[in-house]
């Protein structure tokens, strides 16, 4: 019922910033929570930032806390990830979900997901 499609990545330096963006179709999106998640070379996904269904709430992994935010318009059906002062450990493919669940930081409580975006952050 929900199609997310992610853009914004690309090669950055460390200490730069990126935008990454994710649009969803569908006219349920705002019965869903958003998360976005990540997979770097060699490791397993991980749980990066979620958003409440209005927005109001936010989760985010210590790793990123304090240097990302993400953030959701119901009306415009998306929700972006602002990474600011990246690092060379933030390089992965960053992926955008919806979720009917509430424990947002497991990823089995996604329904939907993205086809991902690449962030390479240089040294």
């Known amino acids: 019922q929900v199609q997310l499609v992610e853009s914004g990545g690309g090669l950055v330096q460390a200490g730069g910033s990126l935008r990454l963006s994710c649009a969803a179709s569908?006219?349920?999106?705002?019965?869903?929570?958003l998360g976005w998640f990540r997979q770097a070379p060699g490791k397993e996904r991980e749980f990066v930032a979620a958003?409440?269904?209005?927005?109001?709430?936010?989760s985010y992994a210590d790793s990123v806390k304090g240097r990302f935010t993400i953030s959701r318009d119901n009306a415009k059906n998306m929700v972006w990830l602002q990474m600011n002062s990246l690092k060379p450990e933030d390089t992965a493919v960053y992926y955008c979900?919806?979720?009917?669940?509430?424990?947002?930081?497991?990823?089995?409580?996604?329904?939907?997901w993205g086809q991902g975006t690449q962030v390479t952050v240089s040294s």
């Open positions: 979900a919806a979720g009917s669940g509430y424990v947002l930081v497991r990823e089995e409580e996604y329904d939907y």
């Open positions: 958003v409440s269904r209005g927005g109001t709430r936010s």
């Open positions: 569908g006219r349920t999106f705002s019965n869903y929570a």
